[in-house]
């Protein structure tokens, strides 16, 4: 949906890619996570070994919860800094944050737009891009607050069951209608 947004020339920011940046060889995220889980967490060129930390903070809640405390408040000061560069210039924006309500962050944003599909897609999305296995398919998925509180709680929901292009369309029709003021 943002990248959607994104073509009709909103800013974007995306806080997955985000995420990696803040561990990037050399970073203090980086720093703070080998302090934190060891340098078993680390491949032999000294980058995160993503895939072993998922496999440390997804079988166990309290590092996972030791993880979110390192990483979230240096992604969030980079959402920050984004949103007031893109106020300061009067530009409209779009935050793709997967853990928003998860994070209590919605006052962060003037409105909230929640993308949701079936459970069974989603599972199959997540098993093609990932390659993860059902397993951590279901560990994610669990971590997360489920997607029937998230739809509650967002201003508007738009359902991605078919083609990019088909949610594209739905975003175009939903953005026109909010410049319009039909919508808040």
């Known amino acids: 949906m943002a990248e959607c947004l994104e ?3 909103l800013r974007r920011l995306d806080t997955d890619r985000v995420a990696r940046e803040v561990v990037e060889p050399g970073t203090e995220g980086l720093r703070r996570l080998v302090a934190e889980f060891g340098p078993a967490v680390l491949l032999a060129d000294d980058s995160l070994d993503r895939k072993r930390l998922a496999q440390i903070v997804f079988a166990d809640a309290e590092k996972r919860e030791r993880l979110e405390r390192i990483l979230h408040p240096l ?4 959402v920050e800094t984004f949103l007031k560069d893109c106020k300061s210039r009067g530009d409209h924006s779009v935050t ?3 853990l928003l309500f998860e994070n209590q962050r919605r006052s962060t944003f003037d409105t909230v737009w929640v993308v949701a599909t079936t459970p069974e897609l989603q599972k199959h999305r997540l098993a093609e891009r990932n390659q993860w296995s059902d ?4 560990s994610r998925i669990a971590s997360q607050m489920p997607l029937k509180e998230k739809i509650q709680l967002a201003d508007q929901v738009l359902m991605n069951t078919d083609t990019l292009d ?3 369309a739905q975003v175009d029709k939903l953005w026109s209608r909010l410049e319009s003021g039909a919508i808040s």
């Open 135 to 138: 397993a951590e398919i279901e």
């Open 7 to 9: 073509q009709l020339g």
């Open 166 to 168: 088909a949610l594209c």
């Open 75 to 78: 992604i969030w000061e980079r």
């Open 96 to 98: 793709e944050v997967p």
